[in-house]
């Protein structure tokens, strides 16, 4: 079992950088595989990010396009967190992103079947 907890949100203008932290409690945060998505209103929760199992130095890391070149995603297993940077932040980046685990081998690029959710972090991005 783990709980996440996300933390980072706000509002910032277009072209601005957010950094939002997912803060893991529970087993060893090096045995799961965590993702970022997000929800913005009336639509469906969309991935965002994801990076493997692992440890920090050699986990493999995956992106919408939609974000790709612009967002980073990164794990500490010693401080049990998993980060999303987020730079060039557009108005559409609007929404609420919530940090995901499970442990499965596979990337977790697919909402379906993920075992543990946060609450989530609103980030709104203003033209």
């Known amino acids: 079992q783990v709980q996440l907890v996300e933390s980072g949100g706000g509002l910032v203008q277009a072209g601005a950088s957010l950094r939002l932290s997912c803060a893991a409690s529970g087993r060893p945060f090096s045995t799961y595989a965590a993702a970022w998505y997000r929800q913005a209103p009336g639509k469906e929760r969309q991935f965002v990010a994801a990076?493997?199992?692992?440890?920090?130095?050699?986990?493999?890391?995956y992106y919408a396009d939609s974000v790709k070149g612009r967002f980073t995603i990164s794990r500490d297993n010693d401080g049990n967190t998993v980060y999303l940077q987020m730079n060039s932040l557009k108005p559409e980046d609007t929404a609420v992103y919530y940090c995901?685990?499970?442990?499965?081998?596979?990337?977790?690029?697919?909402?379906?079947?993920?075992?543990?959710w946060g609450k989530g972090t609103l980030v709104t991005v203003s033209s």
């Open positions: 990076i493997s199992r692992g440890s920090t130095s050699t986990a493999y890391t």
């Open positions: 995901a685990a499970d442990l499965s081998y596979t990337p977790l690029r697919v909402p379906d079947g993920i075992a543990y």
